[in-house]
């Protein structure tokens, strides 16, 4: 099984800091690792796909990037309405398996 | 621009069985995405439990494959999960997701329904 170590679990910022959150991969899964936004009782939102593509819709200061199997994701300018959970999900195919980081608290 | 909405009993008793659907709008069950169910317990991270596609062709979490149950009804516009002999265990947010196939992302999400499992 491929396993997802997101850190930190806990982060707390300021409007208009930059803050970057980390994941970790157990094998190689070459940029199959998407990035999403949740806020409390809402469905999670897609920010990134394929390790550093922006979603449409999402602003540009959300920003993906990947080196071997560490793939971060980079808030720049951090808005009112970026305090939130954010989290890693990686999927393979064959055979099926999809997995998610732990997720990381950001707050003010 | 297309919405899922997840529906069901909130309270389920020990070693019965949970019944979820999810509703499709804004557009149709169609081929190029694959339907699935996440949940997330309380306290843990999300934990994928199966997916569908439109041809009703199915695949489960190997975990709980010999619980669960995903189906498909294209003329209602919505697809259903089925969770046999439920435990405590088995109590949490229970989500519904369209992944792009080609992307392997998720890119629409229902709000989520909590079930609670006890007597």
């Known amino acids: 099984d491929i396993q997802l170590t997101q850190s930190p679990s806990f982060l707390s910022a300021s409007v208009g800091d930059r803050v970057t959150i980390t994941c970790r991969t157990s094998?190689?899964?070459?940029?199959?690792l998407a990035w999403y936004q949740q806020h409390p009782g809402k469905g999670p939102k897609l920010l990134i796909y394929?390790?550093?593509t922006l979603q449409a819709g999402v602003p540009s200061r959300f920003s993906g990037s990947r080196s071997g199997g560490e793939f971060t994701l980079t808030i720049s300018g951090l808005q009112p309405e970026d305090f939130a959970t954010y989290f890693c999900q990686q999927r393979n195919s064959y055979p099926p398996e999809i997995t998610f980081g732990q997720g990381t608290r950001l707050e003010i | 621009q297309l919405q899922l909405q997840e529906s069901g009993s909130g309270l389920v008793k020990p070693s019965q069985t949970l019944s979820l659907t999810c509703e499709v709008s804004?557009?149709?069950?169609?081929?190029?995405?694959?339907y699935f169910w996440i949940r997330q317990p309380p306290g843990k991270h999300l934990e994928w439990i199966g997916y569908?596609?439109?041809?009703?062709?199915?695949d489960y979490n190997p975990s709980l494959k010999s619980r669960v149950t995903i189906s498909v009804d294209r003329a209602k516009n919505q697809f259903s999960l089925e969770l046999k002999s439920v435990t405590a265990a088995d109590t949490a947010v229970y989500y519904c997701?369209?992944?792009?196939?080609?992307?392997?992302?998720?890119?629409?999400w229902g709000p989520g329904t909590l079930v609670t499992v006890s007597s």
């Open positions: 804004g557009g149709s069950i169609i081929g190029g995405y694959s």
């Open positions: 997701a369209r992944e792009i196939v080609r992307l392997k992302a998720f890119d629409i």
């Open positions: 394929g390790a550093s």
């Open positions: 094998q190689d899964i070459n940029t199959d």
């Open positions: 569908t596609f439109y041809t009703g062709a199915a």
